[in-house]
Nanobody, 127 residues
């Protein structure tokens, strides 16, 4: 059974930092590209970042470029999202997701490429 379990969310002040984790199991993690997607209250899903199956290439939404860093640690089956300079409008549930197809890598996000989703972790940016 594929499982993606996000953790690391919480309350952070504007300008602060958080690191999210996504622990993967039930599939060969090292073979799949991964993404982070968020959903703010009352809004649609918003792609944040994707990283290729080897962890050697990552792409980011313009809104987070330079502030967020995605990393993929295949040795421990964990995906990370380090977020800095967080703003209140980035309050959202953050989800990790796998690609449907092994070894595929695109530098643009397509929701139809997602295979599995985690349950999400809440990030609240507020003073």
């Amino acid at each position: 059974e594929v499982q993606l379990v996000e953790s690391g969310g919480g309350l952070v002040q504007p300008g602060g930092s958080l690191r999210l984790s996504c622990a993967a199991s039930g599939f060969p993690f090292r073979l799949y590209s991964m993404s982070w997607v968020r959903q703010a209250p009352g809004k649609e899903l918003e792609w944040v970042s994707s990283i290729n199956f080897s962890g050697r290439a990552a792409v980011y939404a313009d809104s987070v470029q330079g502030r967020f860093t995605t990393s993929k640690h295949n040795a421990n089956n964990t995906l990370y999202l380090h977020m800095s300079s967080l703003q209140p409008e980035e309050t959202a549930i953050y989800y990790c997701a796998t690609d449907r197809i092994a070894f595929r890598w695109k530098d643009t996000y397509d929701p139809s490429d997602v295979g599995y989703w985690g349950q999400g972790t809440q990030v609240t940016v507020s003073s």
